[in-house]
Nanobody, 121 residues
């Protein structure tokens, strides 16, 4: 099965920027719509952003619109999340997964280890 490995998280000040990466091994992501999800302490995992298999279409949660940008490089089998102007409420563990396009549901029923993002005020 395709393994997903997230990276790029860390501590960032509010108003700064951070870029997350999701690399796949054991298979190709080019046939899948991909998405980013996050889980804050004590909360359910939630949808953040999605991108179509070609990269031509994107969807964002309201909380991410205007600040985050999802992109992909199918040649590198990698998906990115550019986080600009992060806020403390963006703190959490960020995960990538396939996405059922048109929904906020993850496609794979398994997850990677995620990458921790902490935004300080």
């Amino acid at each position: 099965q395709v393994q997903l490995v997230e990276s790029g998280g860390g501590l960032v000040q509010a108003g700064g920027s951070l870029r997350l990466s999701c690399a796949a091994s054991g298979g190709t992501l080019r046939n899948y719509a991909m998405g980013w999800f996050r889980q804050a302490p004590g909360k359910e995992r939630e949808f953040v952003a999605a991108i179509s298999w070609s990269g031509g279409r994107t969807n964002y949660a309201d909380s991410a619109k205007g600040r985050f940008t999802i992109s992909r490089d199918n040649a590198k089998n990698t998906v990115y999340l550019q986080m600009n102007n992060p806020k403390p409420e963006d703190t959490g563990v960020y995960y990538c997964n396939t996405v059922v396009w048109g929904t906020v549901r993850a496609g794979f029923d398994y997850w990677g280890q995620g990458t921790q993002v902490t935004v300080s005020s």
